[in-house]
């Protein structure tokens, strides 16, 4: 029942913030804020005469719905430019560049909801393990600049020293029964089951060393 809602909720203009792009000329006040149960949300978008904001295509199955209540607005989607006036809308797939302009003389405002198809973050990483396409599903409507790029990676940051320094830690009498008990020792990390021998010698040799 995805659209059974249990109590309305209220949003006064006056508690909305605005994401502001395009120097200040583009404010962007969400109002209804995606959640992963309804996929669903809506912006009310106020454009100051002369401002534009290009947008990089949103994952697929992401559909915008825009209507213009006051102002111009020309809007762009993959190429062919259709211009919006107080009362017009328009749907489209917004898995393609986009653009917004308005080229008027007055402030334009317009209301944007946009509709996803998608589901939850393991099912988009699984369609598109790009991290980027998931910033932009996660950021639509604004212009996604990435700043840096690291790569990431699944390591431990053990070795054989911290594994002695562990051996040591046990203390004389431990480190003493070990030898005389077992010969040797191995020790697995637990995090990455990297495995560390340590042969009588050297358990000899650390045993020294405490
Ligand atoms: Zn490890």
Redesign the pocket.
Known sequence: MPWAFSSSSTVRAADTRPLVEDEGRYLNYPIFTFDEQKLFETYRIVMKAGSALSTQPHMKGVVEYVTVFSGEVDITVAGDQVRLTKGDSIRFAADVPHAYQNSGEETAERLEASLRAAGPVTELLKADPDPEALLRAALPGLALEVLEKRPIAYR????RERMERALISLGREELRAMIDEQGSAELT??????VQRFSREELEALLASC
Do not use: H, L
Not at 156 to 159: A, F, G, L, T, V
Not at 189 to 194: A, G
């Open positions: 431990c940051d053990c070795s990390c637990r995090f990455c089951d990297n």
